[in-house]
């Protein structure tokens, strides 16, 4: 789907309310996608974070396919898989096998931060034995591995004087698309040397992405895998049938986003009604204000004008939503119809 010829994708992390379970949330997130689906929209990503009591997207590979195994035509991916956390095989392992099931719809975003808190990393990469703190250091030759090993020939690892051919899956037919993300210049260049798509964290950082991407464009080698620079831009978005109704709903997880920020304790993401209860200091308050002013909050009009901008502003042709409108108390546990509407109201589809 296209506004003006710009194309719009999503990204979702897959929240969970204090009214639901995990299964409620997983139940929500399939809803949506569907409803990106139906709507036309290019691609639908989801995160890895772990140990979060608001985020049931812990896992990208198996939401990648209940997504994909409930839609039929946009792409699915993950933003990102954050590889130190994973052995490279078996990163490469399971999107091969999401491409050979849903083949010229997977997307592999790659990342690079732990996605989670210190203890959690050590039990990420400790506990199976399999993973060692040098994964940081090795990030860019572990994403070469995980190249090599999802290509049709796969590649030769030599043991003792002999060739051992290492593979993801046996007769691969196609590959998923690789993209690098980042929220620091690392990435940005990284993804510029090995000629592979690139997007920065827009939605999370909120400032540095003019740089790292113009770093991405004028450092770029073209590579089979891109032939020139591809990017596009993320946003946190919230569109209702008017402004305040917008402001109300992303309350919520501006709330949350504050808790993040702040080193306060994380929980469920409040129902709208008990996040307007919430009373907090002004400097608090303030820097709420900070982060709302850098998402994209209101009527379909006015968001639809505001993604224009950014799209225009940072020379994008797609710019991925990540809709973070709660809900109102008495909401089916297993739907989020905020963030569905939002979906619908930015393609004015209401």
């Given at each position: 789907?296209?506004?003006?010829?710009?194309?719009?994708?999503?990204?979702?992390?897959?929240?969970?309310?204090?009214?639901?379970?995990?299964?409620?949330?997983?139940?929500?997130?399939?809803?949506?996608?569907?409803v990106?689906?139906?709507?036309?929209y290019?691609?639908?990503?989801?995160?890895?974070?772990?140990?979060m009591?608001?985020?049931?997207?812990?896992?990208?590979?198996?939401l990648?396919?209940?997504?994909?195994?409930?839609?039929?035509?946009?792409?699915?991916?993950?933003?990102?898989?954050?590889?130190?956390?994973?052995?490279?095989?078996?990163?490469?392992?399971?999107?091969?096998?999401l491409?050979?099931?849903?083949?010229?719809?997977?997307?592999?975003?790659?990342?690079?931060?732990?996605?989670?808190?210190?203890?959690?990393?050590?039990?990420?990469?400790?506990?199976?034995?399999?993973?060692?703190?040098?994964?940081?250091?090795?990030?860019?030759?572990?994403?070469?591995?995980?190249?090599?090993?999802?290509?049709p020939?796969?590649?030769?690892?030599?043991?003792?004087?002999?060739?051992?051919?290492?593979?993801?899956?046996?007769?691969?037919?196609?590959?998923?698309?690789?993209?690098?993300?980042?929220?620091?210049?690392?990435?940005?260049?990284?993804?510029?040397?090995?000629?592979?798509?690139?997007?920065f964290?827009?939605?999370?950082?909120?400032?540095?992405?003019?740089?790292?991407?113009?770093?991405?464009?004028?450092?770029?080698?073209?590579?089979?895998?891109?032939?020139?620079?591809?990017?596009?831009?993320?946003?946190?978005?919230?569109?209702?049938?008017?402004?305040?109704?917008?402001?109300?709903?992303?309350?919520?997880?501006?709330?949350?986003?504050?808790?993040?920020?702040?080193?306060?304790?994380?929980?469920?993401?409040?129902?709208?009604?008990?996040?307007?209860?919430?009373?907090?200091?002004?400097?608090?308050?303030?820097?709420?204000?900070?982060?709302?002013?850098?998402?994209?909050?209101?009527s379909?009009?006015?968001?639809?004008?505001?993604?224009?901008?950014?799209?225009?502003?940072?020379?994008?042709?797609?710019?991925?939503?990540?809709?973070?409108?709660?809900?109102?108390?008495?909401?089916?546990?297993?739907?989020?119809?905020?963030?569905?509407?939002?979906?619908?109201?930015?393609?004015?589809?209401?």
């Amino acid at each position: 789907m296209s506004e003006r010829g710009l194309s719009l994708s999503v990204l979702d992390l897959v929240p969970v309310r204090s009214d639901q379970t995990s299964a409620d949330a997983v139940a929500a997130t399939l809803s949506l996608a569907e409803v990106a689906d139906g709507l036309g929209y290019r691609r639908y990503w989801l995160a890895e974070h772990h140990n979060m009591p608001a985020v049931a997207a812990t896992n990208p590979p198996v939401l990648i396919g209940l997504v994909a195994g409930r839609t039929s035509r946009i792409r699915v991916g993950s933003g990102g898989v954050m590889l130190p956390n994973h052995a490279p095989l078996v990163v490469a392992e399971q999107f091969a096998l999401l491409e050979a099931a849903f083949p010229g719809r997977i997307d592999l975003g790659i990342g690079r931060a732990p996605g989670s808190d210190p203890v959690t990393s050590y039990a990420l990469r400790h506990g199976a034995g399999g993973v060692s703190d040098e994964a940081v250091n090795r990030f860019p030759e572990y994403v070469d591995n995980v190249l090599a090993m999802m290509e049709p020939d796969g590649v030769g690892l030599g043991i003792q004087g002999r060739t051992y051919p290492l593979k993801a899956t046996p007769v691969a037919g196609s590959v998923p698309t690789v993209w690098l993300l980042g929220s620091s210049d690392y990435s940005a260049r990284l993804a510029a040397e090995k000629g592979l798509p690139y997007v920065f964290a827009h939605h999370f950082s909120g400032s540095g992405t003019a740089e790292a991407l113009a770093l991405y464009r004028d450092g770029f080698r073209p590579s089979p895998e891109a032939p020139e620079p591809r990017t596009f831009l993320t946003v946190n978005v919230v569109v209702a049938e008017s402004d305040d109704e917008a402001r109300r709903l992303a309350l919520p997880q501006l709330q949350a986003m504050l808790a993040l920020r702040t080193g306060q304790e994380l929980r469920p993401q409040r129902l709208v009604e008990e996040a307007e209860k919430v009373e907090l200091p002004s400097a608090h308050l303030d820097l709420m204000d900070a982060m709302a002013q850098r998402w994209v909050i209101g009527s379909p009009a006015t968001a639809r004008a505001r993604i224009e901008e950014l799209a225009a502003t940072y020379d994008v042709d797609e710019v991925m939503v990540h809709p973070v409108a709660g809900a109102w108390t008495g909401t089916d546990a297993g739907r989020s119809p905020a963030r569905e509407e939002t979906l619908r109201l930015l393609v004015g589809q209401a």
